[in-house]
């Protein structure tokens, strides 16, 4: 029988999302971070493993797009990442407690629903797992078993953090949308590489028109 997810993605309070883009992205910086959440949530609705999506967010112009696409939307408590990614969880518990549960970062705007479910079949044969990031210093997935303690440790170094948290780490070929998040310009131009979501892509497309990418 294969295992079914329930995915908890937070949404950050747009105001204080992607910063660093901020200079290349000017006042459309709100607008791309929606666009990458909705092809983040997107792609996890449509890998078969995912049963659900549970968007953390306390935003309402995030909420209502997320909301339309399919994901159910829990209010953030507004006390840091973690307590978002438990908050979400919690619900999830309710919802299905005989679902595992992951915590995906709302910044894969490359994410493949195929590529993800490769991920997930390979975290199912851990009691915990996470999957680093494209610079093997931060975390993109991390998720548990059903009825295993939920024990996120995103922010920063969380590679490492995850490692020494006993999660075993998947090196798995072949799923680089899931590694890819999006902070800086540099970090968009590899996404763009591997190809958009269609939300993001309509917004690299209006505001770099000539080049499809963000200035170096």
């Given at each position: 029988m294969s295992i079914r997810w329930s995915l908890v993605v937070p949404v950050k309070t747009l105001v204080a999302a992607k910063t660093r883009l901020a200079a290349a992205t000017?006042?459309?910086?709100t607008r791309l971070a929606v666009a990458v959440a909705c092809d983040t949530v997107a792609a996890a609705l449509a890998c078969p493993p995912v049963a659900r999506v549970i968007v953390v967010t306390a935003d309402p112009a995030a909420a209502g797009p997320l909301a339309a696409l399919g994901a159910d939307v829990v209010h953030d408590p507004d006390r840091g990442l973690?307590?978002?990614?438990?908050?979400?969880a919690a619900h999830a518990v309710d919802v299905a407690p005989g679902d595992a549960v992951g915590a995906l970062q709302a910044d894969l705007p490359a994410l493949r629903p195929a590529e993800l479910a490769l991920a997930l079949e390979a975290a199912a044969e851990f009691d915990q797992a996470f999957v680093p990031d494209a610079l093997d210093v931060g975390t993109t997935f991390?998720?548990?078993?059903?009825?295993?303690?939920?024990?996120?440790?995103?922010?920063?170094?969380?590679?490492?953090?995850h490692l020494a948290g006993g999660a075993k780490e998947l090196c798995v070929p072949g799923i680089d949308s899931v590694r890819r998040d999006v902070d800086t310009p540099d970090d968009l131009r590899a996404a763009i590489a591997?190809?958009?979501?269609?939300?993001?892509?309509?917004?690299?497309?209006?505001?770099?028109?000539?080049?499809?990418?963000?200035?170096?």
């Open positions: 000017g006042p459309h910086r973690n307590t978002a990614l438990r908050t979400g991390y998720g548990v078993r059903a009825g295993m303690p939920f024990t996120p440790g995103f922010g920063g170094e969380s590679r490492a953090r591997l190809g958009l979501g269609a939300h993001t892509a309509a917004v690299v497309a209006e505001l770099w028109p000539d080049t499809t990418a963000p200035p170096a």
